[in-house]
């Protein structure tokens, strides 16, 4: 602009200083410690991405929006804060929904901020460019769906989305921007004072007196008691005050999935090598931070045996009590404040936990170790699952800080069994869904989030969900090694076309395929191993140099079973096979 331009302004205007929406998005976020989006860019959010990067917010483009939903999910799990992911309008948003599903039904916090059109246009139904009412189709997937019409509602409304997502029973938020809001301009005076920071955004909430009073009693009573640490646990990060309690208790605990290296596995009251037995013969069992869903088969039948139970529960939301089974004894708080609560009114001379039951579950859990010991130290080629188990285990062993990201079928399953974790938050896999498909957003995220190094073991199938974000790692150069266990297929690689026709089997792929190839595109390193000495090297090579690998690592295709360890979920036909 000439001098003569800005000297012909009114003089109030001229030195008005002016914000935009743009800026007090970026402004809000940084203010509330949300210091990186993930998404995948466009219109109406291209340059709100580049301008988001050059104020200092990290800014991780992905390939496909349902990936960086997925790392913004797990971002959430693992700092407490929302994980930020950044859509476009309708199938950008579209995309990162299963996304923003996932991370509600897991109980992550999380934000998705989509990009969307005018009101005026949608409701009309005048056909914008993408348009969507993406506000109504995101309430039914999310905890709260708010959408920010004008500049000045920005520091509200981003704030309402933090705390939606963060308070009580985390979960998945909704964000509608429509485009017109990111260039609205106003005083940047005004706009500064509409900024709020949010103050204690996940405020404890301290369960009552006479909820720990009742549970104690119930735990006192215990000839057989269970302690079952879910990933709700995990995500409170109160991990001092739950293994004091669970080691005051002296009770066996079994850790969920994500529950996992809460306590170590190799703890000695660690009851995970004797699931069945501890779930069929407890009598009282504690739940923090755990559902009694499908994975814990609702607290009863067959699973847990013919014994009666009663059941104690913490969790922060109220309305998960009694909703499978009567919970004799509902602790309604935060974990870390409850767990405290719990050992402070335990006092000093709390009862051991009952001899001859701890000595039942050891015994157990030995003869399980043992039994598992030489499948897991066999050195057969083509590999079945537990010889390369065996190899990775060892690896997560001597490096316990990396994070172990899994999903698949028997690939999952064999894994959560054979890898022994050894601190908190360090396993991340398909939750409760038991979904494909988390597996590149999640090993992003916790290499950006943790800045430890990942290992990701990946089934053949469930890798193909969100495999063309090996280029992302590549791109950010990502402390990542993935695993393969390629059996050419789900679940096993070995199904046949009965009909004789060319077409393959709905399960199986392309035999002998060579995932290793795919990340050399890119400039990551590709390994093909086939015996657990080749696995053994390449992963250690890869973890030490920190470089972006992919190992194919060729698994037996008859190795596998059906579904995994699920398979009994699958419904059966009544009529005899043709
Ligand atoms: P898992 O799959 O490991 O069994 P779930 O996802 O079923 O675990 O259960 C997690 C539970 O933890 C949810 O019911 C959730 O409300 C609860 N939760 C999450 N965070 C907290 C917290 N900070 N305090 C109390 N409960 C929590
Ligand atoms: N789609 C989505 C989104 N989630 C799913 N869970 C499935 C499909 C069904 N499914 C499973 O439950 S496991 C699995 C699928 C497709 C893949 C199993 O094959 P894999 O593992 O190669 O990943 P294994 O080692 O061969 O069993
Ligand atoms: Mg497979």
Redesign the pocket.
């Known amino acids: 602009m000439s001098d003569a331009a800005v000297n012909t302004k009114p003089e109030a205007e001229a030195e008005q200083d002016l914000t935009d929406g743009f800026h007090l998005i970026i402004d809000a976020m940084k203010l509330n410690g949300l210091d990186t989006i993930y998404g995948v860019p466009g219109i109406p959010i291209s340059d709100f991405g580049r301008m988001a990067q050059a104020a200092g917010i990290r800014v991780i483009s992905f390939r496909h929006e349902q990936n960086a939903g997925n790392a913004a999910a797990i971002a959430g799990f693992l700092t407490k804060r929302p994980g930020v992911c950044l859509t476009v309008s309708a199938p950008g948003f579209l995309n990162g929904l299963t996304a923003l599903a996932h991370a509600t039904t897991n109980c992550f916090p999380m934000i998705l901020v989509s990009g969307s059109s005018e009101r005026e246009i949608i409701d009309l139904q005048q056909g914008d460019y993408e348009e969507m009412d993406q506000l109504a189709i995101a309430k039914p997937f999310c905890k709260a769906a708010y959408r920010i019409l004008y500049a000045q509602d920005i520091g509200i409304g981003v704030a309402r989305a933090i705390r939606a997502a963060v308070s009580g029973r985390p979960g998945g938020v909704y964000l509608d921007l429509p485009a017109k809001l990111f260039g609205q301009v106003m005083d940047a005076e005004a706009g500064r004072k509409s900024l709020v920071k949010v103050i204690d955004a996940a405020p404890a909430q301290i369960p009552a007196p006479e909820a720990v009073k009742r549970a104690l009693d119930v735990l006192k009573g215990a000839k057989r008691p269970l302690i079952v640490l879910g990933k709700g646990a995990s995500y409170a990060q109160a991990d001092d005050a739950i293994r004091a309690f669970v080691e005051k208790s002296g009770a066996p605990f079994l850790p969920m999935s994500m529950g996992k290296g809460l306590l170590p596995d190799a703890h000695p009251q660690c009851a995970g090598a004797a699931r069945s037995t501890v779930l069929k013969e407890s009598d009282v069992v504690l739940l923090i931070g755990a559902r009694l869903n499908w994975l814990l088969s609702h607290g009863k039948g067959k699973a847990w045996g013919d014994a009666p139970k009663k059941f104690i529960q913490i969790d922060i939301e109220p309305k998960e009590m009694d909703s499978n089974v009567e919970i004799v004894a509902p602790i309604v708080g935060d974990i870390g404040s409850c767990v405290s609560a719990l050992l402070a009114a335990m006092g000093g001379n709390w009862p051991a936990a009952p001899a001859d039951w701890t000595a039942v579950v050891s015994k157990k859990r030995d003869e399980n170790v043992a039994k598992m010991a030489p499948k897991l130290m066999n050195n057969n080629i083509p590999m079945d699952y537990y010889g390369a188990l065996g190899v990775l285990r060892t690896i997560v062993k001597e490096r316990p800080d990396a994070i172990l990201v899994n999903e ?4 999952l399953d064999l894994a959560r069994g054979a890898i022994d974790m050894y601190q908190p938050r360090k396993r991340i896999d398909v939750g409760t869904w ?4 988390i597996g590149m957003g999640y090993a992003i995220a916790a290499a950006i989030e943790t800045g430890k190094p990942v290992l990701a073991v990946e ?4 890798f193909g ?1 969100s495999g063309m974000e090996i280029e992302t790692i590549c791109r950010y150069k990502l402390p990542v090694c993935i695993v393969i ?1 390629n ?1 050419d ?3 096993r690689g070995t199904d046949v076309n009965p009909t004789g026709s060319p077409d393959p089997a709905p399960m199986v792929f392309v035999k002998g395929a060579r995932y290793d190839k795919m990340i050399e595109a890119f400039g990551g390193v590709g390994v093909h191993v086939t015996s657990p000495d080749e696995l053994k090297r390449a992963v250690n090579a890869a973890m030490d140099s920190g470089k972006p690998t992919l190992i194919n690592a060729v698994i037996d295709p008859a190795a ?1 079973s059906e ?2 360890r699920i398979g009994n979920l699958n419904p059966q036909s009544k009529l005899k096979k043709k």
């Open positions: 698949g079928a028997n690939t038991g979904v494909m498909g089934g053949d199938s469930a969900f266990f059996n297929g789900i679940y596998g579904s995994g």
